[in-house]
């Protein structure tokens, strides 16, 4: 999996093309992801202990991985995933600026 949390991407396809947000959820099996308020899509629910006066919810639908982009947090420009291996680890890295794509902890 290339993408993980907290990856800030841009969306390729779609209605919210070309807008960028955060990952929030990675789904690896499906190879697919949620990017937090973008693909958004409108639900009637029925009352329910959740949401006791029912209505209509917005939710994130998830999106498929190859629609998404990375966008480098170094040089802002999206990128693509390589690796490098450093300290025996290997990390992510843009493929534009070689800068890591790590997300600082
Ligand atoms: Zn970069």
Same mark, same amino acid.
């Given at each position: ?5 907290? &990856? @800030?991407? /841009? /969306?390729?396809? *779609? @209605? &919210?093309?070309?807008? /960028? ?15 937090? #308020? ?15 006066? *029912? #209505? ?5 639908? @998830? /999106?498929?991985?190859? =629609?998404? #982009?990375i966008?480098c947090?170094?040089? =802002?420009k999206?990128s693509r995933v390589s690796y490098?291996?450093?300290? =025996? @680890?290997?990390?992510r890295v843009c493929r534009k600026c070689n800068?890591?794509l790590?997300?600082?902890?």
């Amino acid at each position: 999996m290339k993408l993980k949390r907290n &990856d @800030k991407v /841009i /969306i390729l396809t *779609g @209605k &919210d093309r070309n807008k /960028i947000a955060e990952i929030e959820r990675v789904f690896v099996s499906e190879n697919k992801a949620v990017v937090k #308020g973008l693909n958004i899509y409108k639900k009637s629910v029925k009352p329910s202990k959740k949401s006791p006066k *029912g #209505g209509i919810i917005e939710i994130s639908a @998830k /999106i498929n991985i190859s =629609n998404l #982009g990375i966008v480098c947090p170094s040089c =802002n420009k999206v990128s693509r995933v390589s690796y490098k291996i450093t300290n =025996n @680890k290997k990390i992510r890295v843009c493929r534009k600026c070689n800068a890591s794509l790590e997300a600082v902890k």
